[in-house]
């Protein structure tokens, strides 16, 4: 069970829109549309965003978005703002009633 | 609005058990609809799910920990628990517990702050 694949680090300026990807294989992300996104601040616990692969939680900014296609999901923040620097894990089902998480990205605005 | 709160032994030494636990306010524990999981953290490193439980008592383990796991639940003090055994200083890190959906979609939310616990002799 491999850690799902995210890039280190994603930067970009204020106003801007950058993607995140998350990369598994055809038995967790590829299989289920069960990708969920999670935010989290320094010294801070992890913060639902995105579940069901584009399904955001009461209270999220619509300015987060996901999808999905083939064995890579995808979370997208438009109108990157300050508050968005933050580090960022994808979770998927794995089958078997197991999940895994990502290796996490590091924003910066 | 439910709160999680974890608590145990900040230092464990080499070969022992971790012994931690999850006090779940605001909310049942006995509640059909979910279920309840370990996330831990290395320092500066990436989330790990360890395993979840459900109230029936039914577990779930990441099968990297599965021989060293054992998760429980209290359904009367509204808690339950992680055990790891035979840690090394790899199982130092920030343990979290969460509530989540079905052991499929796995939502995790909320967490709790998280505690962390450190093996060291």
């Known amino acids: 069970q491999s850690a799902l694949t995210q890039p280190a680090s994603v930067s970009g300026s204020p106003g801007q829109s950058i993607t995140i990807s998350c990369t598994g294989t055809?038995?967790?992300?590829?299989?289920?549309?069960?990708v969920s996104w999670y935010q989290q601040h320094p010294g801070k616990a992890p913060k639902l965003l995105i579940y069901?692969?584009?399904n955001r939680p009461s209270g999220v900014s619509n300015r987060f978005s996901g999808s999905k296609s083939g064995n890579t999901a995808s979370l997208t923040i438009s109108g990157l703002q300050a508050e968005d620097e933050a580090d960022y894990y994808c979770?998927?089902?794995?089958?078997?009633?197991?999940?895994?998480f990502g290796t996490g990205t590091k924003v910066t605005v | 609005q439910l709160q999680l709160q974890e608590s145990g032994p900040g230092l464990v030494k080499p070969s022992e058990t971790l012994s931690l636990t999850c006090s779940v306010s605001?909310?049942?524990?006995?509640?059909?609809?979910?279920?309840w999981g370990w996330i831990r953290q290395p320092p500066g490193e990436g989330l790990e799910w360890v395993g979840s439980?459900?109230?029936?008592?039914?577990?779930y383990y990441n099968p990297s920990l599965k021989s060293r796991v054992t998760i429980s639940v209290d359904t009367s003090k509204n808690q339950f628990s992680l055990e790891l055994s035979s840690v090394t200083a790899a199982d130092t890190a920030l343990y979290y517990c969460a509530r989540h959906s079905s052991m499929r979609t796995g939502v995790f939310a909320p967490w709790g702050q998280g505690t962390l616990v450190t093996v060291s002799s």
């Open positions: 055809s038995s967790d992300v590829g299989a289920y549309n069960y």
């Open positions: 605001g909310g049942s524990i006995s509640s059909s609809s979910y279920y």
């Open positions: 069901e692969v584009s």
């Open positions: 979770s998927s089902y794995t089958g078997i009633s197991t999940f895994v």
């Open positions: 439980i459900y109230y029936s008592g039914s577990t």
